[in-house]
């Protein structure tokens, strides 16, 4: 990626085709035109392949954004294969914007955005429901080029009473993306909170009705 020695911003999902689709848009807000690059990576922290609209198939893309103007950074959704893993966003703090996932259903897409934001740094909670059809799914991204991270999750009911504390282990670079209850069935059919202590992950969190349509869910701040 370019050197700028300017903010980096990640993206712990990225997805594309079997229905999905990911948009990025990057909003300039300052005075001055600001240069950026995005390198999308697999959740082993290989480089990416996306195809994206007008360019087409990149592991990296850059532009510069004119003052006041708008980027729409989108993957074409061609492919009956699905692709997924993360991005990470080198730009000028002028650059901010939004991360947009589409699927396609038989009557309408769903659509769910949620802000680029710089990191929420040491300790945030998620809430969390797995109820009446409901289920939440979670991307989570060490970024850091070189450790590795080990931690616990807690996680906890409607009353703040503790669930269970499970740990979290990633490589240097990697990404899981999982249903919840799938991996951690203490949180079957239950709602609640989660929290995270570790300040160098980064997380993303949809939320799916019964009828598959989602949302996403933005993190609180400890």
Do not use: C, H
């Not at 893309?61 to 080198?90: C, H, K």
């Amino acid at each position: 990626m370019p050197d700028w020695d300017l903010p980096v911003r990640t993206l712990a999902q990225i997805v594309d085709s079997d229905s999905w689709k990911t948009t990025i848009v990057l909003v300039n807000s300052g005075a001055d035109p600001a240069p950026f690059s995005i390198a999308f990576w697999q959740p082993t922290g290989d480089p990416l392949q996306i195809p994206l609209a007008g360019p087409g198939p990149v592991t990296e893309y850059a532009d510069v954004i004119p003052p006041g103007g708008v980027r729409f950074v989108e993957s074409e959704s061609r492919s009956s294969t699905l692709a997924q893993g993360w991005a990470e966003i080198v730009g000028s703090k002028a650059i901010g914007g939004t991360l947009i996932f589409r699927q396609r259903g038989n009557a309408a897409d769903s659509e769910a955005g949620i802000p680029i934001a710089q990191p929420l740094g040491q300790g945030f909670m998620l809430p969390f429901d797995n109820t009446l059809g409901f289920m939440t799914g979670l991307a989570v991204l060490n970024p850091d080029s070189t450790q590795p991270v080990t931690t616990l999750v807690t996680f906890k009911d409607e009353n703040g009473q503790l669930i269970s504390q499970e740990p979290v282990t990633l490589d240097a670079r990697t990404r899981e993306a999982y249903a919840l209850p799938d991996r951690y069935p203490a949180v079957q059919d239950r709602k609640g909170t989660m929290e995270f202590t570790a300040s160098s992950l980064s997380v993303l969190e949809l939320r799916f009705n019964p009828r598959a349509a989602f949302t996403t869910v933005n993190p609180v701040k400890k």
